[in-house]
């Protein structure tokens, strides 16, 4: 849900994650509150239809589908790009949470979370 503050579309980025041919769009919405972590950040994807993007046609991403976890302050979504790391011709996604704590004790030390498609 969309609250005051939550900066959707701080950042953008595009890429063809489905490998149609059509770039989707990627906006970071670093401010979003997920569940009870206040500010975990969370990742929208609209995705390319012909004649471009189509009501309905999108799909929003937490650090959970990218193998984090979603915490307080941790501000997913801040800064993304889109581009083959894996070579097989479909663009994949990394995007940001610079504010990450480790189990190690590392505060705000930041991370970065790739999604290859």
Known sequence: ??????????TLASGNLDGDGRDELLL???LENVG??????????????????QAGEWTS????????????????????????????GRDDVASSAP????PDGSQNAGAVHIREY
């Open 36 to 53: 009870s972590a206040t500010d975990a950040g969370l990742m929208t994807i609209l995705w390319g239809a012909a004649g471009g993007f």
């Open 99 to 102: 504010y990450e704590d480790f």
């Open 28 to 30: 970071g919405i670093p």
């Open 61 to 88: 991403y937490t650090q959970l589908y990218f193998g984090g976890e979603n915490e307080s302050g941790d501000r997913f979504g801040w800064a993304m790009v889109a581009g083959d790391f894996d070579g097989n």
């Open 1 to 10: 849900m969309t609250e005051d503050g939550d900066e959707f579309g701080k």
